[in-house]
């Protein structure tokens, strides 16, 4: 069946330690999104990525990297410089030009450091 | 004033009621409008996308109202599966023309449907 994989689904790592969130989806969409959620708050988008090799940052970019090497493919590496990085991580895709809104997403991955 | 503002609730209704929620939104240039729905630590998923004329989907009506810069959301016939959090969702369209970048969501409605 087609859609967008993440793993890990929870993840647990200790202050200062870099992770690295994958995302991979095998709907031939073009764009790419990961976004973060607080509770009790909206989504927020780290970094989007229209096309491989490209990649745009969002609203609160700083403390994340990505990479856009294969269109499939979108990982996010939380970097040690993210103050507050225990958060809901989701990853998104949808049709590169698509003006529906609809994003199709992974089922997330909850980062818990300690 | 914040780009795409909820009432978070609670909803607490019983089954079978009616309830409606509303969302606004302060950037008049917004383009389309969507309603997502997310279930508890789930991911959200599209519920419906919100038309200028107004759409409906079996039990749920989307309208909007460009002039007071509001859509809502109805739920008629409430059922305990639609217990969910409803986020409003606002497109402002970039002039790259790349409009995905600028998915604004809000926090969400949670709505709670009782026995």
């Known amino acids: 069946d087609g859609g967008i994989t993440q793993s890990p689904k929870y993840l647990f790592r200790k202050e200062g330690q870099n992770v690295t969130l994958s995302c991979e989806q095998n709907l031939n969409h073009d764009a790419m999104y990961w976004y973060r959620q607080d509770p009790g708050q909206g989504l927020r988008l780290i970094y989007y990525?229209?096309?491989?090799?490209?990649?745009q940052k969002g609203d609160i970019a700083e403390g994340y990297s990505v990479s856009r090497e294969k269109k499939e493919s979108f990982p996010l590496t939380v970097t040690s410089a993210q103050k507050n990085p225990t958060a809901f991580y989701l990853c998104?895709?949808?049709?590169?030009?698509?003006?529906?809104?609809?994003?199709?997403f992974g089922e997330g991955s909850r980062l818990t450091v300690l | 004033r914040k780009e795409v503002e909820q009432d978070p609730g609670p909803f607490n209704v019983p089954e079978g009621a009616t309830v409606a929620f509303n969302c606004t939104y302060s950037n008049s240039a917004s383009q389309s409008f969507f309603w997502y729905r997310q279930d508890c630590r789930k991911e959200p998923k599209l519920l419906m996308s919100?038309?200028?004329s107004g759409n409906e989907d079996g039990r749920f009506t989307a309208q909007l109202n460009r002039a007071s810069q509001y859509i809502s959301l109805l739920i008629r016939d409430s059922k305990l599966s639609d217990s969910a959090t409803y986020l409003c969702v606002v497109n402002v369209q970039s002039n790259s023309g790349g409009s995905q970048g600028n998915l604004i969501f809000g926090k969400g409605t949670k709505l709670s449907v009782k026995p």
């Open positions: 919100v038309y200028s």
């Open positions: 990525s229209q096309i491989v090799n490209d990649f």
């Open positions: 998104a895709s949808n049709p590169r030009g698509s003006y529906t809104g609809e994003l199709f």
